[in-house]
């Protein structure tokens, strides 16, 4: 009997580890969650967290990120959103450690499309560590992403 109710003790308190170190990794911490050289997907929790807390902050842009980073917001319809994809993900490789790349779903994430002003698809806001972003809408070709990153975020430098 008295290894039944160890068994079952032990047991109890695996399945409530797993549980409590799932939940830990859900609401964890954000940044661990980004991968650097490729875009990261960024639901509206996670922008909070990453980029900048808007609610907290309605009146005055603070940027919470360490480094300067692009955002895409898109939609899956959006024919120049998927010509916009891959040069997005080409630039966070080449910018891997120097910029961070973001994507957001604006059909996914309508709060922050609408806190965005977001009417028109792609649209590309480029955050710089200090100062104010900037919104560029519509499709460019790579060179034009890569003299805005170099011009708004990276200050000329490579």
């Known amino acids: 009997m008295k290894k039944i109710f160890v ?12 549980c409590s170190n799932s939940e830990n990794k859900k ?7 980004i991968k650097i050289g490729v875009v990261n997907q960024l639901s509206t929790d996670m922008f909070k967290k ?6 907290k902050n309605p009146n005055e842009w603070v940027y919470v990120g360490k ?3 692009i955002i895409d917001f898109y939609a899956d319809w959006c024919r120049p959103c998927k010509m916009v ?14 910029v961070v790349f973001y994507k957001i779903n604006t059909d996914e994430e309508k709060e922050l499309a609408q ?14 560590v200090t100062g ?10 790579k060179e034009a992403y890569i003299q805005q990153i ?9």
């Not at 609401?27 to 969650?33: C, H, I, L, S």
């Open 132 to 141: 104010k972003p900037q919104m560029a809408v519509g499709l460019s070709g």
């Open 50 to 55: 990453l980029v900048y807390d808007y609610p």
């Open 85 to 98: 994809a891959p040069i997005m993900e080409e630039l966070a490789a080449e910018y891997k450690g120097k």
């Open 7 to 18: 068994l079952v003790f032990v047991l109890s308190s695996m399945v409530f580890l797993s």
């Open 115 to 128: 806190a965005f002003n977001i009417q028109s698809i792609p649209a590309i806001l480029y955050v710089p």
């Open 67 to 69: 480094q300067p980073c």
């Open 150 to 158: 170099q011009t708004l975020l990276l200050n000329g430098q490579q």
């Open 27 to 33: 609401g964890g911490d954000a940044a661990k969650e």
